[in-house]
């Protein structure tokens, strides 16, 4: 985190997102189905949705930051990939239930304009996503944490998807269209579904030790190579774990130093890596010899060559 003040905000996203969120998605609720508005009741499992991930969140930070005990020595920080996987599969399954009725009503051909009370809580939505688009991106900066990028992108598609409902709506009253109403939640289904992927997709990644992006290496693998004593940074491995990006390296050094110096050289590396590098968890440096490996390393590098 860059300021101090950052840690109030991560210990209030998930609360504030889940107040947020549960205000919107009732007031969509209610006024989509008295004013008749296909597309502003769908619109309210954008923000049900989040009430869902601020939940998880809350959970997940909290448990995603307990300390390595004996049956976790690799930390928790899984645990919020787990929910984001939950948080996808919900999304698949609920708005594929809602696109099946919706799309029978579009079939139907039997259309209403809704009131436009609709309209202004759509405009009222956008604003209310705007200002927490903005406020969890900000978080999700600070903290790395998937799960709040992934509320932080949520309330961006919310923004657009009211936008779409507020459309939708003039439409209907002012071009004769009633059936556009309609045609949005369809439209809204099908990217809340196509959300829901994207989630799974992102979460399961991590699961699976997924490195950290390409940009992330090349800087890591570029600090080390900045260490006095570094002839060249052989191998650089990264992981998400969570808010952490944990990395293993292996340095090549003068062959004439011996095992104290070359150690103290990869101590360097770890530093300097741990100072410089944002959101970096656990680092391990290990050395060898230019032209050969050092006792310390023969036993990781033929681990290595075997899994290959």
């Given at each position: 985190m860059n300021y101090s003040k950052c840690v109030v905000c991560y210990r209030a996203v998930g609360w504030i997102g889940l107040a947020a969120n549960l205000a919107l998605s009732i007031l969509k609720?209610?006024?989509g189905v008295v004013s008749g508005s296909h597309a502003l009741v769908v619109d309210a499992l954008y923000s049900g949705k989040d009430?869902?991930?601020?939940?998880?969140?809350?959970?997940?930070?909290?448990?995603?930051?307990?300390?390595?005990?004996?049956?976790?020595?690799?930390?928790?920080?899984?645990?919020?990939?787990?929910?984001?996987?939950?948080?996808?599969?919900?999304l698949i399954v609920t708005t594929g239930l809602v696109l099946y009725f919706e799309a029978g009503k579009l079939i139907?051909?039997?259309?209403?304009?809704?009131?436009?009370?609709?309209?202004?809580?759509?405009?009222?939505?956008?604003?209310?996503?705007?200002?927490?688009?903005?406020?969890?991106?900000?978080?999700?900066?600070?903290i790395n944490s998937p799960m709040v990028a992934v509320l932080s992108k949520h309330q961006k598609s919310d923004a657009i998807a009211s936008v779409a409902v507020a459309l939708g709506i003039i439409g209907s009253h002012y071009l004769g269209m009633p059936w556009l109403d309609t045609l949005v939640a369809v439209g809204e289904c099908v990217d809340l579904g196509y959300m829901g992927g994207e989630v799974c997709a992102h979460a399961i990644r991590g699961l699976m030790d997924a490195s950290a992006p390409e940009e992330v290496v090349m800087q890591i693998q570029d600090r080390a190579g900045l260490i006095a004593g570094v002839k060249k940074v052989e191998i650089v491995q990264t992981r998400r774990v969570g808010q952490e990006i944990w990395a293993s390296l292996v340095i090549g050094v003068d062959p004439e130093l011996s095992v104290y110096e070359a150690k103290q050289i990869s101590l360097a590396v770890e530093k300097a890596l741990e100072e410089s590098i944002t959101h970096l968890?656990?680092?391990?440096?290990?050395?060898?010899?230019?032209?050969?490996?050092?006792?310390?390393?023969?036993?990781?590098?033929?681990?290595?060559?075997?899994l290959t």
């Open positions: 609720l209610v006024v009430v869902v991930t601020s939940f998880l969140i809350i959970l997940g930070l909290r448990l995603a930051k307990q300390p390595i005990d004996e049956e976790h020595q690799f930390g928790h920080g899984k645990a919020e990939f787990l929910y984001s996987v939950v948080i996808g599969l919900a139907q051909g039997v259309h209403q304009a809704p009131h436009l009370i609709a309209l202004w809580t759509a405009i009222f939505a956008v604003g209310a996503n705007v200002l927490l688009t903005l406020y969890t991106r900000c978080v999700a900066y600070q968890g656990e680092v391990s440096v290990r050395f060898k010899s230019v032209s050969g490996s050092l006792p310390e390393l023969d036993y990781v590098l033929r681990e290595r060559e075997a």
